[in-house]
């Protein structure tokens, strides 16, 4: 038989209490989360310029001479290019996407930048 | 007291489940009130299909590359040449004018044949199949031959 003191009592009733302190904690924090994400509503953005950089690389590697093309964003973005994959963010979610790649592309990272140059130069493509 | 405890048990389960489902609630309502993704699938395949025609299947001799003449040998080989993880898979077929074949290759064929049997089933686990007929000259010995060449693009939908 389990004797219940007082004492025992109010430890019980404080972890109820603690547990439900951290459990709003956590759902308050992935609400937030989500929130700032749609607050910021720059997901068509990023996926508009991943899918539009998807298929102006897939289309200059077919180009038959060396080509540079100097490509302006909406918004202040980090893009990255590793291997066949374009990854566009910014503070919040990554949006990628995939490209044919024909070619050998040199991998990388231009943070927080409006404007960069796609160049192609014989069997290579990168970004600058 | 026990029984104090056993009783807040529900309400303590009711509360973390009604917080629970507001969370699903705004994950699933998010993508009504936002766009997420643009499909851009139909350009993908086109883009693929002119890519096959001027650059990876065209015929390079002398230095140059003939674009509008196919290689035949290069149509076996795609996969080693073209990296596009698993967006996309295509059959490609070269037949002469008469309509007699000259070659078939695939293009992740694997895939093309997990993919071809979900054409036409709508939503997200379906696929999606643009084909194309071409006019082209292919190289036979030191010969072109005028002939066809049919692609057949699978694509999953989303």
């Known amino acids: ?128 | 007291m026990k029984a104090q405890i056993t009783s807040t048990i529900p309400i303590t389960v009711m509360k973390y489940g009604i917080a629970v489902l507001l969370v699903l609630l705004l994950r699933a309502i998010t993508p009504y009130t936002m766009v997420m993704h643009v499909d851009t699938g139909e350009a993908e395949r086109y883009l693929f299909m002119n890519q096959l025609l001027a650059s990876s299947l065209v015929l390079e001799k002398d230095g140059y590359a003939h674009v509008g003449v196919l290689d035949p040998a290069k149509i076996s080989t795609l996969d080693q040449r073209i990296t596009y993880d698993h967006r996309l898979a295509a059959k490609i077929i070269l037949s002469n004018a008469t309509g007699t074949l000259n070659s078939e290759g695939f293009f992740q064929e694997e895939w093309y044949k997990l993919w071809s049997v979900l054409v036409g089933k709508r939503g997200p686990g379906g696929t999606v199949k643009e084909e194309k007929i071409y006019y082209v000259l292919y190289q036979e010995g030191e010969k072109l031959i005028p002939g066809t060449v049919k692609i057949d693009v699978v694509m999953p939908i989303g």
Not at chain 1, 15 to 37: M, N, P, W, Y
Not at chain 1, 43 to 59: C, G, P, W
Request: hydrophobic fraction near 50%.
């Open chain 1, 1 to 128: 038989m389990v004797c219940w003191s007082k004492k025992g009592a109010m430890e019980a009733e404080t972890l109820v209490i603690l547990a439900d302190v951290f459990f709003l904690l956590l759902v308050s924090g992935v609400l937030l989360s989500e929130l700032r994400d749609v607050q910021k509503n720059t997901t068509f953005e990023k996926a508009y310029v991943a899918s539009d950089l998807a298929a102006l690389l897939a289309t200059i590697q077919v180009f038959a001479g060396d080509v540079v093309i100097e490509y302006t964003l909406p918004l202040t973005l980090t893009v990255e290019l590793r291997g066949n994959e374009v990854v566009v963010s910014d503070d919040g979610a990554a949006v990628s996407h995939i490209f044919p790649k024909i070619i050998t592309s040199t991998p990388v990272t231009l943070s927080s930048i409006t404007k960069f140059k796609i160049v192609k130069k014989g069997r290579e493509v990168t970004l600058l």
